[in-house]
């Protein structure tokens, strides 16, 4: 029910094209996430309407995502993660389904809680990495580049939003979905996780008004940690607890009778 209202929804927005996103792709910025009830989406929506653009690709507004993520043998950028450390690291596959247009990406976040991001057009391969690949790694993990593997693959999608007045970007992910190369499957279709990226710390965004009259709460989160703790016995797993009890509280949520 709460998808059909969320396309209802994304018909209200005035469309942006993804040319004229270029002048806010932010691969430094500051991020700000939020979790909440996948059934609080449309409302969300409905409110932001008059504030952002939505991107429009070929009449698509909601886009599946692929991620693959790329760690150490012994799970360096995990445990970078769990215990907070900055500056970390994040190696990914970035596909975007409905174009199959794949991105090869390094993700840092620094000491001083900015994000910043490189990419290149790339796909993963059986035999990886390719010769461009492991140049493009090599350029930020000289010792690293070699020990590299696919270890976790999240799929979601994905309402991309741009502010009208502040240079801002809004993600807001659903119908997320955990996969282990070892077979194992998990998913978390109650769960939308809302990410505010600006060049700097927006008091003054819109959409912050919108989640904090709503509820929502800003909250460190990530897909990685999340997926793998689904998925695997790992060790610091008891770092997760009070994101996990949250989790649980929204799926609860989630699962109380829906009045629309």
Not at 2 to 27: C, G, N, W
Not at 29 to 57: C, H, Q, W
Not at 163 to 181: A, C, H, V, Y
């Amino acid at each position: 029910m709460y998808l059909s209202h969320i396309q209802e929804t994304l018909r209200s927005f005035v469309p942006i094209q993804l040319d004229e996103m270029a002048s806010i792709k932010l691969m430094n910025r500051v991020e700000t996430k939020s979790l909440f009830n996948v059934r609080k989406l449309p409302g969300l929506l409905d409110r932001l309407a008059k504030m952002y653009k939505i991107l429009e690709i070929e009449h698509i507004r909601a886009f599946p995502y692929s991620t693959t993520y790329l760690d150490t043998s012994d799970f360096l950028f995990l445990n970078q993660q769990l215990t907070g450390k900055l500056a970390r690291h994040k190696v990914r596959y970035r596909k975007y389904e409905s174009s199959g247009l794949s991105f090869l990406e390094v993700k840092i976040k620094t000491n001083k809680n900015r994000t910043i991001k490189w990419r290149i057009e790339n796909s993963l391969i059986d035999d990886f990495p390719d010769e461009i690949a492991s140049k493009f790694i090599r350029e930020y993990f000289t010792d690293k580049s070699t020990d590299l593997k696919p270890v976790l693959i999240d799929n979601f999608y994905r309402i991309t939003l741009a502010g009208i007045e502040l240079k801002e970007r809004i993600t807001l992910d659903f119908n997320l979905k955990f996969s282990s190369f070892e077979g194992i499957k998990t998913e978390l279709p109650f769960l939308a996780i809302a990410e505010l990226k600006t060049e700097g710390y927006c008091r003054a965004s819109p959409f912050n008004d919108v989640l904090k009259k709503n509820g929502i709460r800003p909250t460190g989160f990530s897909k990685y940690c999340i997926g793998n703790a689904l998925l695997r016995d790992i060790p610091r797993k008891n770092i997760l607890k009070p994101k996990m009890l949250l989790i649980n509280k929204i799926e609860n949520e989630f699962n109380r009778p829906y009045i629309a």
